[in-house]
């Protein structure tokens, strides 16, 4: 079954930049998006379709998306950046969304 | 701007089903052109997608799950629905309805209900 992969943790200082990747087969054939999940809160999209970003999602959050690997870039993270973050692909062999294993971001 | 709520038991008894039921303000389930999705997150976990109804009522489950889960529509009411078969302590987890977009994310949550299945 279709499967995404995520490390497990980040760690990043304050002001600079943070890289989270997705790995799946054909990813970059997918629109993949990206979820930040703070303890005890519902998940918040922060980017879709690669690289795009809601509305009120601070500009400092982008995505890229090629191959078999999806990036999440937090430029100038800040410490409220420190969360857990989900990918997020549709596997359309099996007819289901899937979701990577998460990635816990500590900013130190 | 679309807004979710869950509600239904927070303690359910092994082997018996699990009901929940999402309430939609701001859009319809029945003529808004999305699906209607569940997910959910054991304690310390990452996310797990259960499956998700369409405003026809067509729906895709997790074939993980799919034996015992099933997803429905009431329109009358804007709510749908998630029933979950003979659980397990494996099903306690926080349980959320969501909304998704043309692209298949999910912009819209409800703020999650925790399930406990026990004794």
């Known amino acids: 079954s279709y499967e995404l992969t995520q490390p497990p943790s980040v760690s990043v200082s304050p002001g600079q930049t943070a890289s989270i990747t997705c790995s799946g087969d054909?990813?970059?054939?997918?629109?993949a998006c990206w979820y930040q999940q703070k303890p005890g809160q519902s998940p918040v999209l922060v980017i879709y379709?690669?690289?795009k970003r809601p509305s009120g999602i601070p500009e400092r959050f982008s995505g890229s998306n090629s191959g078999n690997t999806a990036t999440l870039t937090i430029s100038g993270t800040q410490a409220m950046d420190e969360a857990d973050y989900y990918c997020?692909?549709?596997?359309?062999?099996?007819?289901?969304?899937?979701f990577g294993g998460g990635t816990k971001l500590t900013v130190l | 701007q679309v807004q979710l709520q869950e509600s239904g038991p927070g303690l359910v008894k092994p082997s018996q089903t699990l009901s929940l039921t999402c309430s939609v303000s701001?859009?319809?389930?029945?003529?808004?052109?999305?699906?209607w999705s569940w997910i959910r997150q054991p304690a310390g976990k990452g996310l797990e997608w259960i499956g998700r109804?369409?405003?026809?009522?067509?729906?895709n489950y997790n074939p993980s799950l799919k034996s015992r889960v099933t997803i429905s529509l009431d329109t009358s009411k804007n709510q749908f629905s998630l029933k979950l078969s003979s659980v397990t302590a494996a099903d306690t987890a926080v349980y959320y309805c969501?909304?998704?977009?043309?692209?298949?994310?999910?912009?819209?949550w409800g703020q999650g209900t925790l399930v406990t299945v026990s004794s």
């Open positions: 969501a909304r998704d977009s043309d692209s298949g994310s999910y912009p819209y």
């Open positions: 701001g859009g319809s389930i029945s003529s808004d052109n999305y699906f």
């Open positions: 109804i369409y405003t026809s009522g067509s729906t």
């Open positions: 054909e990813l970059g054939d997918r629109y």
């Open positions: 379709e690669h690289s």
């Open positions: 997020q692909a549709w596997d359309s062999s099996t007819a289901r969304v899937v």
